[in-house]
């Protein structure tokens, strides 16, 4: 988070406050009256000067070197600038004691006072100096190979906000420091991030971001990267923090560990990226170009698909291979080159060629940190196709339908909801998006079928909302992929209507609209099958409800009917066109009262005898 001023270098920001010392010790010299209390100033300035010097050869030494790590700036350059401003107060009160006229000494009154104030001044620069070169070891105490460690001590400058400055430490620590160190500084900042957005903030105004990068993607050790993808975590729950991120390349790096690291630091990896499409769009598709699914959906499918007795996944996999070379052959934004060559025995093999070496690793790996990596990634899936049209084109492009639905069918828990929620936002893409909806869900294709199964197994069997809706959204999204012969998609909604909780029979009544919705090509052939399963009745108890939201999607549902099968014995026995008329005497939001007229006109075509009746459901 670079300002315009941050892009003069450290070493010409310290020369301010350097040429101003001088300028003060001269002026000392010059003095005629408080000449001991300017002599005492000039003590002080120049341990102060000594200091300065010292910070602008080690900054110049850091930056011509080959190998040492870049220096961290943020804190050099407040600490200057707030002893440029102590310097210039102290220059302009020790040439106020310079002979002059007789007027200008009456007019520039002095006192000790304002030396006591001034020496207060410059003893706090000399404290913030003292400190400063504490944490970069900048006067040679530590190994000479970066930072000092974390210091604790709190600066002058920092007084009264005691978090910018171990900010500043931990930083420091992270960016220029040993390895242990390091770690320990991530870990510190993590716990800071977790505490509160402040905080968050801080960290990011102050720069740290990009060490906290470079040390997840070095990959020197897992423990490093673990610290500094969970402080990442912790940083990337809001827009602005995430737009950091991906300013400071953060993309290409997370995808790079999710390829190449061990199965823990993998899992914090999956969790950043959910948090970072989760939060801003603009990391959404900077993760579709970094070609992100490849890597979650391998890991997902780890140990998935070992035993495949039908062996549907060996006959699709030569054309899942293709499309993978066609897609990886173009490269990424970052410049990855990717092996061409790929293992049939396996749904999917590693993108990267390091990434074998953690295999043996993942085989052998606890239980439980297996399931957290799958949930991980899951969620990170979710994530990346909420309202993707091109992430969910990627997942059903390899095998990540296949992958998914045999979650949902063997997994329970987080995982189950986390691949079903996936399934329904890919669904939820196909349904505004022809191209995906033809070439995913083909009425042929393995992977809809294990799909669809799986959606249609949840409504059915299934006791829990929380599963139930998102499975239901799912089908009424893929309403118009099913042909007039699929009757049975629509049997378990139309038996949903009557669930006990309000939110499952609503959404099973929206998910039925869109069967019966004039957008659907078959829309009269499943209005037609919605009556003969009974779905008159059931939705004329729902109306009963008297529920706001269940009574508009259940108008509407109940609309389409009259208007695509209104010559069915059914609505005329459950006095459809009473209820419809009641109905229109009500306040509703202006395309339902439009829906309603029409669906009255049209049944009084059918039933031209029963106006003489006005009994009806709604109050």
């Known amino acids: 988070m670079a300002s315009s001023e941050e892009e003069k270098l450290v070493e010409d920001e310290l020369s301010y406050p350097i040429m101003v010392a001088e300028r003060v010790r001269s002026a000392v010299d010059e003095s005629d009256s408080f000449k001991l209390e300017c002599s005492e100033v000039g003590k002080h300035v120049d341990r102060l000067l000594q200091m300065l010097r010292t910070l602008v050869r080690f900054a110049t030494a850091t930056s011509t070197s080959s190998v040492a790590p870049p220096l961290y700036e943020r804190p050099i350059r407040r600490v200057a600038a707030e002893a440029s401003k102590n310097l210039d107060r102290a220059l302009a009160l020790v040439r106020k004691c310079k002979r002059r006229s007789i007027l200008r000494r009456v007019v520039s009154i002095v006192s000790a006072a304002d030396f006591r104030k001034v020496l207060t001044h410059i003893d706090a620069s000399t404290g913030d100096m003292m400190w400063l070169l504490s944490i970069l070891d900048a006067d040679g105490a530590g190994d000479g190979g970066g930072g000092g460690g974390i210091v604790l001590s709190l600066p002058p400058i920092a007084s009264n906000d005691p978090i910018l400055s171990w900010v500043w430490s931990f930083i420091a620590s992270i960016q220029m420091g040993q390895l242990n160190d390091r770690i320990e500084a991530a870990n510190e900042l993590a716990s800071f991030a977790q505490d509160n957005a402040r905080n968050k903030k801080i960290i990011v105004e102050e720069c740290g971001v990009p060490p906290l990068l470079k040390l997840l993607k070095e990959g020197t050790s897992p423990l490093a990267q673990i610290a500094a993808a969970t402080t990442l975590c912790h940083l990337a729950n809001d827009l602005d923090r995430v737009r950091v991120i991906v300013s400071e390349h953060g993309v290409p790096a997370v995808v790079q560990v999710l390829s190449d690291s061990p199965m823990r630091v993998q899992t914090l990896a999956a969790n950043l990226v959910a948090r970072m499409a989760k939060h801003d769009p603009v990391a959404q598709e900077d993760f579709a170009r970094e070609n992100a699914i490849r890597p979650l959906v391998t890991l997902l499918s780890f140990d998935t698909f070992v035993d495949d007795p039908l062996g549907h996944l060996g006959k699709q996999s030569i054309h899942s291979i293709v499309q993978i070379n066609k897609e990886l052959g173009k490269g990424g934004r970052g410049g990855h080159q990717f092996s061409s060559s790929y293992s049939s025995s396996y749904l999917f093999t590693e993108w990267s060629s390091r990434g074998v070496n953690h295999r043996k690793e993942r085989e052998n790996e606890d239980p439980v940190v297996k399931l957290q990596l799958k949930v991980s990634c899951a969620e990170a899936l979710w994530m990346l196709v909420q309202g993707s049209v091109t992430n969910s084109r990627k997942i059903t492009e390899t095998k990540g339908m296949l992958c998914l639905a045999k979650i949902v069918e063997m997994e329970q828990g987080e995982l189950q909801l986390n691949c079903l929620m996936t399934m329904m936002e890919i669904t939820a893409a196909a349904e505004y998006n022809a191209d995906l909806r033809r070439a995913a869900f083909k009425t042929n294709s393995p992977a809809a079928k294990s799909v669809v199964e799986q959606l249609l197994r949840i409504i059915k069997e299934v006791d829990s909302p929380a599963l139930q809706i998102p499975a239901m959204k799912a089908i009424g999204s893929l309403a118009r992929t099913f042909p007039a012969r699929e009757t049975r998609v629509i049997e378990p909604l139309v038996t949903q209507m009557g669930n ?57 549902l109940l609309c389409y009917l009259a208007l695509h099968a209104g010559n069915s014995e059914s609505l005329e026995q459950a006095r459809v066109l009473i209820v419809l008329e009641g109905a229109d005497r009500t306040v509703l939001p202006q395309h339902i009262k439009e829906l309603v007229s029409m669906a009255i006109i049209h049944l009084n075509l059918y039933h031209a005898g029963m106006n003489s009746q006005r009994i009806s459901y709604f109050p």
Request: glycine share 4%; hydrophobic share 45%.
């Open 500 to 556: 006990r909780n309000a939110e499952v029979a609503d959404e099973a009544v929206a998910a039925l609209a869109k069967f019966a919705s004039p957008d659907n090509f078959l829309h009269v052939e499943h209005s037609k099958t919605i009556v003969e399963f009974s779905g008159i009745p059931a939705l004329m108890r729902l109306l009963r409800s008297n529920e706001v939201a269940q009574m508009h999607h259940g108008l509407t």
